[in-house]
């Protein structure tokens, strides 16, 4: 399988915002549970927010709860996590990868759950004043 393509990331200041972007160019993200991940330097990767293929069932890290939300459109075939009250410890590089026949979010986000798409490029967020 070909990575998905995350995009959006940016320079910002504390207390803004930005919208990421993950899309699929070589099937289609409804049937897979989706997940926003972020790797900060120094530190391990981590599962920010997830959805199931249904969209019945969100995910979001303790961190980034209230702040960030994932949504989808199948129109564009694309996931999207806006993410807003960026904190300076939001600062990392953010990745999107889907899952196949997940059951919840949670075990999506969660480490060591296997991937139907290989980890792509990422998109740097960096928070700083």
């Known amino acids: 399988q070909v990575p998905l393509v995350e995009s959006g990331g940016d320079s910002v200041q504390p207390g803004g915002s930005l919208r990421l972007s993950c899309a699929a160019t070589q099937f289609t993200l409804d049937y897979y549970a989706v997940g926003w991940f972020r790797q900060a330097p120094g530190k391990e990767r981590e599962g920010v927010s997830c959805i199931t293929n249904s969209n019945s069932n969100t995910f979001y890290g303790d961190s980034v709860k209230g702040r960030f939300v994932i949504s989808r459109d199948s129109a564009k075939n694309a996931v999207y996590l806006q993410m807003n009250s960026l904190k300076p410890e939001d600062t990392a590089v953010y990745y999107c990868?889907?899952?196949?026949?997940?059951?919840?979010?949670?075990?999506?986000?969660?480490?060591?759950?296997?991937?139907?798409?290989?980890w792509g490029q990422g998109t740097q967020v960096t928070v700083s004043s």
């Open positions: 990868a889907a899952g196949f026949e997940i059951p919840t979010a949670q075990a999506m986000c969660a480490p060591g759950t296997p991937l139907f798409t290989p």
